[in-house]
């Protein structure tokens, strides 16, 4: 997963390649990058890296500065033959990084929602934007990323979560608006979480827009997509049966940025992954019967991935668990999650895990790592009021962390706004049935 990207003054590309913890260069016309920083596995260690997200160059030393995000760290690193590189800010939720001519550094710094500028040999620098905690005021930010200074010093700021780019001038207290900032959309006044952003001499801002995809894919879809009159088989359709060519309860589904279709085939055990254009699948997970080993599964439910691992999540309904698993070349899985009677899966872009919990009708969160959660929808138990589910089953969080979650024996689909006590009911709930409002 690439992040940041710089370019020197030969042409040569450096990319934060996040998801393989290194930063590698591109020079002129190649076809294959070089390894300049990390490449040594995720670690915390001077020669490791640990999802890097940006990388820019310290013009008066020609050294590499790396925002180093999985360590909370920025570190110093030479552009060639550098063996490891040196600290130069640590405990920083750091994301996007810049500098002035005057060699001053800026860092965007996700968790206090502000950009700091740092004298190079300082360790605390100065609030220069934001800094007011998160929100939507024009003197706040919401998941700021990349940011670009001009020659006035005034800074622009991809303000993700808000979907807007903010300039704020030099000694300004608030930032304007300059792109964006009327919600997320594809609409060409609409910005969808903007990343990268930069600014010619006339003035003109380019932003790296993003569609945000749907639950269970990660394939982007427009606003505009309609549904096609006739469907194709992508997966199966040779009856029910264990071949390779054929599902039996197929549930969940998942479909990754290649078009490759993840699909939890409940009853054979196993998840299967179909790449475009095939007519038999592949087991990635479970295919060594029912059972409780980490080889095995019982009735899965559904599959997501885990974008900031590379590894697919997987409800192990029958085992009472979610488990994580390599979508290549995986022997086994590890357990995430216990003694949990999940259904449905789906993570924001924080990183946060969604849990269908059927037994006590409500949704679950997890911070990865964590083994409880909290409690985001229903736990009030099973019923059909709007605080409350019978069955919930799949799920879709959006870009505002709204949840929608199909309430199934209640025959609804019910959203539920970030911090709410109820969700409000946006298709059915008017009992089971075929005419066009069931």
């Known amino acids: 997963m690439p992040f940041g990207l710089y370019v020197d003054d030969e042409n040569t590309i450096y990319v934060a390649d996040s998801d ?36 820019i160059m310290d013009r008066s030393t020609n050294e590499l500065l790396i925002c180093d995000r999985g360590n909370r760290r920025v570190v110093r690193w030479p552009h ?4 490891h590189g040196d600290i130069l800010l640590s405990n920083i939720d750091c994301f996007g990084l810049t500098m002035d001519d005057r060699w001053f550094l800026y860092v965007t710094i996700i968790d206090k929602a502000e950009i700091r500028r740092f004298k190079l040999g300082e360790s605390h620098g100065t609030v220069v934007a934001g800094g007011n ?25 991809s303000d993700s979560s808000n979907h807007r780019v903010v300039k704020w001038v030099k000694g300004a207290k608030e930032g304007e608006v300059v792109a964006g900032g009327h919600g997320p959309g594809s609409d060409f006044k609409q910005l969808s979480h903007p990343f990268g952003v930069l600014v010619d001499k006339m003035g003109t801002v ?18 505009q997509a309609r549904w096609s009159d006739n469907g194709t088989t992508v997966a199966g359709g040779h009856g029910n049966g264990e071949q390779l060519h054929q599902l039996n309860m197929p549930i969940g589904l998942y479909v ?35 059972g409780s080993a980490l080889n095995q599964l019982v009735e ?41 009677a999940c259904f449905g899966l789906t993570m924001d872009d924080r990183w946060f895990l969604y849990v269908t919990i059927t037994d006590t009708a409500e949704v679950l969160r997890f911070k990865l790592g964590e083994s409880h959660g909290t409690v985001v929808a229903g736990g009030n138990g099973i019923g059909a009021r709007l605080d409350q589910f019978n069955q919930p089953t799949f799920l879709y969080v959006d870009q505002d962390y709204s949840l929608y979650v ?33």
């Not at 939890?264 to 087991?283: E, I, K």
């Not at 024996?409 to 075929?434: F, Y």
């Open 20 to 55: 393989n913890d290194r930063v590698l260069a591109w020079s002129l016309n190649t076809t294959s990058g070089q390894v300049i920083a990390g490449g040594n596995g995720k670690g915390d260690t001077l020669n490791q890296l640990f999802k890097p997200t940006d990388v």
């Open 80 to 83: 060639r033959d550098g063996l």
């Open 133 to 157: 905690g998160e929100g939507e005021r024009l003197d706040q930010f919401n998941g700021p990323a990349y940011l670009y200074v001009d020659r006035d010093y005034s800074l622009y700021v």
């Open 206 to 223: 380019y932003v790296a827009d993003q569609v945000t995809p749907l639950r269970g894919t990660d394939v982007p879809l427009m606003q």
């Open 256 to 290: 990754d940025d290649d078009n490759t279709i993840y699909v939890a085939d409940s009853v054979n055990h196993r998840v299967l992954a179909w790449s475009p254009n095939a007519t038999t699948g592949q087991v990635v997970a479970g295919g060594n019967g029912k």
């Open 300 to 340: 899965p439910r559904d599959v997501i991935m885990d974008r900031s691992t590379n590894k697919l999540l997987i409800c192990d309904r029958g085992n009472r668990r979610v488990v994580s698993w390599p979508h290549r070349d995986g022997l086994r899985g590890d357990i995430v999650l216990s003694s949990i």
């Open 406 to 438: 199909s309430d199934m024996q209640n025959h609804r689909v019910v959203k539920w706004l970030e911090d709410a006590k109820q969700g409000e009911v946006v298709a059915g709930g008017n009992g089971a049935g075929i005419v066009n409002n069931n």
